[in-house]
């Protein structure tokens, strides 16, 4: 059976990790869809009004990749997991329901995909700012210069990678 949930705005909705019970459409607000990993936290994106969340867990009966929290109130109406696959399953068309499951296959492994860029691009930067760091407590003023000559032409070949490799 179909309920309505109304959400305040800060309200996690879907936690990470937690079983996949139900899917939400949302009828009025937003909601932000967060991945966490060790102290990093990811936005994957930001759902509104018409747009569903939830359903790739409840589908593939798998625990949540994300949490969800509400980033203005929201009005959801909230779909068991049984409602859900009952009316996938009841869809007449096999193909209708094979290209459900294709696509949530698909989603899914794009999504882990994408987190995996995001956890070296975010290890790339944890490591850049503790060189950083280090750099910021000073080098001896008579060994300066020689730093010098030896990290530019290492910063000049780490800008011409990152060149070669941004957007």
Same mark, same amino acid.
Request: aromatic letters at 6%.
């Given at each position: 059976?179909?309920?309505?949930?109304?959400?305040?705005?800060?309200?996690?909705?879907?936690?990470?990790?937690?079983?996949?019970?139900?899917?939400?459409?949302?009828?009025?607000?937003?909601?932000?869809?967060?991945?966490?990993?060790?102290?990093?936290?990811?936005?994957?994106?930001?759902?509104?009004?018409?747009?569903?969340?939830?359903?790739?867990?409840?589908?593939?009966?798998?625990?949540?990749?994300?949490? +969800? =929290?509400?980033?203005?109130?929201?009005?959801?109406? #909230?779909? *068991?997991?049984?409602?859900? /696959?009952?009316?996938?399953? &009841?869809?007449?068309?096999?193909?209708?329901?094979?290209?459900?499951?294709?696509?949530?296959?698909?989603?899914?492994?794009?999504?882990?995909?994408?987190?995996?860029?995001?956890?070296?691009?975010?290890?790339?930067?944890?490591?850049?700012?503790?060189?950083?760091?280090?750099?910021?407590?000073?080098?001896? +003023? =008579?060994?300066?210069?020689?730093?010098?000559?030896? #990290?530019? *032409?290492?910063?000049?070949? /780490?800008?011409?990678?990152? &060149?070669?490799?941004?957007?």
């Amino acid at each position: 059976m179909l309920r309505q949930m109304r959400c305040t705005k800060g309200q996690v909705i879907v936690k990470q990790g937690t079983p996949a019970f139900e899917a939400y459409y949302i009828e009025e607000g937003a909601v932000e869809v967060k991945y966490q990993d060790g102290d990093h936290v990811i936005s994957l994106g930001q759902l509104g009004p018409g747009e569903l969340f939830g359903e790739m867990g409840v589908i593939e009966q798998e625990p949540r990749e994300a949490s +969800v =929290e509400a980033i203005a109130d929201t009005s959801l109406l #909230v779909i *068991p997991k049984e409602e859900v /696959l009952r009316r996938i399953k &009841d869809t007449d068309e096999k193909i209708v329901r094979s290209v459900i499951e294709t696509l949530i296959k698909r989603l899914r492994e794009s999504n882990k995909g994408q987190l995996r860029h995001y956890k070296n691009m975010t290890n790339f930067q944890d490591r850049l700012i503790k060189i950083n760091d280090k750099a910021g407590k000073g080098i001896d +003023v =008579e060994k300066r210069k020689k730093f010098q000559e030896e #990290v530019m *032409p290492l910063l000049d070949q /780490l800008e011409k990678v990152l &060149d070669k490799y941004k957007y």
